[in-house]
């Protein structure tokens, strides 16, 4: 299998619904939600890139461009974005969709890095040969 054929296999998506049990007090999802969220996404997308132990080393920049309301569902989308020796980078975009009109628009998007753990939990290739 290519690379390229391995990124598009290992794309995750996910949905939910925005529920009130996951908003502030302005009625909007808490934003350390949403990053438990992504954080989730991107580790299914790595882990199903590498098909090996994952583990999340940072997270880059996470722009909130648009507050997530109750009431709206959300689609998680994690795609591979570079893949380094021993780590790789998952980009994880969350649209907003309106439960009763056809209204979709991008909420957030950041980066995730992950390593790769051999059985001792150590650093090892991405993609084994």
């Known amino acids: 299998m290519t690379l390229e054929e391995r990124i598009k296999k290992s794309e995750t998506r ?8 996951t908003t502030n007090h302005y009625d909007t999802l808490f934003g350390g939600t ?7 996404v991107a580790f ?3 882990t199903r890139f590498s098909r090996q132990m ?14 997530i309301p109750a009431g709206t569902i959300v689609e998680l989308i994690g795609k591979v974005t570079h893949v380094g020796n021993k780590s790789l980078k998952v980009s994880v975009e969350i649209y907003i969709e309106e ?3 056809d ?3 991008l909420a957030i998007n950041g980066e995730f890095t992950f ?3 051999d059985k001792d939990k150590n650093p090892t290739k991405v ?3």
Do not use: C, G, Q, W
């Open 34 to 40: 949403a990053m438990h969220m992504m954080d989730e």
């Open 103 to 105: 209204v979709r628009y």
């Open 127 to 129: 993609i084994k040969e």
């Open 44 to 46: 299914i997308t790595a």
């Open 99 to 101: 439960m009763y009109t």
């Open 14 to 21: 996910i949905f939910k619904a925005v529920f009130p049990n």
């Open 115 to 117: 390593v790769a753990l």
């Open 54 to 67: 994952m583990v999340t080393v940072s997270s880059d920049k996470i722009d909130f461009t648009k507050p």
